[in-house]
């Protein structure tokens, strides 16, 4: 056989030409396949597979990929009930009714395949792909497993009676068993109970720092307008213009004078409702606390040494 750009040339028996088809594809033909009797399949670089009866030069069928990858494969599969072809490119592995083109079954690869084997009377398949492993698929419909994988069979038949009690169809999908539903799940994402974990975990850290005493430092110098700016947080302290109104003394703000009162009357309710988990300490105060500490600390050298 000897196959050019747009046309197919066979001669089996003898070096002389004995037929020739048009392909009516503008692309270069890169597979060819017959089945063993006056069936010719076509693969085009367009991804179509096209059927012919070499005895005419119109196609009985053609079969689109819709990847415009070239066809790598075909394979035909004729049995006593039905007629398929079997073909791939680099993107998907189609199973089709020689007849009308309608889909037995269908694999889309992650990684393109280069070539596909096919175990006749089986129905095992190889794939050579771009991947580091050859990709095994199994299809029961197609035939049964080689006489050195026999066990397949038996996992196939274990496997749909599971299926029947734990899947139940209804309208466009099926009810699933919860059951199955989490091993599927766990394999699909076999971190997600440490995920669960690590956020239990995180929710348990944040609820006891809500419950922890919040200690903030307050200036010397108008330690209630401080106060009030660390509960709202304006973060005035942290602004350089409004700096010497927390550190200069000639700042202060004599909330006990009668003007202040008048001006601000619910001073006292909003002290009151100001957060009941943090404290607020002064630069006096801080200095006080440090002073016990380094204290304490002396008197615990002194009775270690003793």
């Given at each position: ?24 594809d ?5 597979c ?16 179509k597979v ?13 079969k ?13 599969h004729?049995t ?28 889309e ?24 492993k ?5 299809i ?23 299926t ?16 199955l ?23 348990k850290l944040a ?5 922890r ?14 106060k ?16 010497t109104?927390?550190?200069?003394p000639?700042f202060?703000?004599?909330?006990r ?6 001006i ?41 040494m003793?």
């Open positions: 056989k000897q196959w050019y750009q747009r046309r197919v040339r066979g001669d089996p028996r003898s070096r002389s030409r004995c037929s020739a088809l048009a392909i009516p503008t692309t270069n033909i890169t060819l396949q017959s089945n063993k009797t006056l069936q010719l399949g076509v693969g085009t670089e367009g991804g096209i059927v012919y009866d070499i005895r005419s030069t119109k196609p009985l069928i053609t689109d990929h819709y990847y415009e990858k070239p066809i790598n494969s075909i394979f035909f004729n006593d009930t039905e007629n398929l072809i079997i073909s791939a490119c680099s993107r998907s592995f189609k199973i089709w009714q020689a007849d009308t083109g309608a889909p037995f079954t269908a694999i690869s992650e990684e393109d395949i280069c070539d596909v084997a096919w175990y006749e009377g089986s129905g095992m398949f190889f794939f050579a792909n771009e991947g580091q050859m990709k095994t698929y199994y029961p419909a197609m035939g049964p497993a080689p006489k050195w994988c026999w066990f397949l069979d038996n996992l196939t038949e274990e496997l749909e009676e599971s029947e009690n734990y899947l139940r169809a209804y309208m466009h999908g099926f009810f699933i068993d919860m059951k539903y989490r091993e599927v799940k766990d394999i699909v994402n076999p971190f997600a109970f440490e995920e669960y974990k690590k956020s239990l975990v995180e929710k609820s006891q720092m809500k419950d005493i919040t200690v903030k430092k307050l200036p010397k110098v108008n330690k209630s307008l401080a009030k700016d660390m509960h709202k947080g304006s973060k005035l302290m942290e602004d350089d213009r409004f700096g109104l927390f550190t200069n000639d202060e703000v004599d909330e004078s009668e003007t202040f009162r008048l601000n009357p619910t001073v006292r309710k909003q002290e009151a409702k100001s957060s009941e988990f943090t404290r607020y300490i002064s630069e006096d105060e801080e200095e006080e606390d440090e002073e016990d500490l380094l204290a304490a600390k002396k008197m615990k050298k002194k009775k270690e003793k």
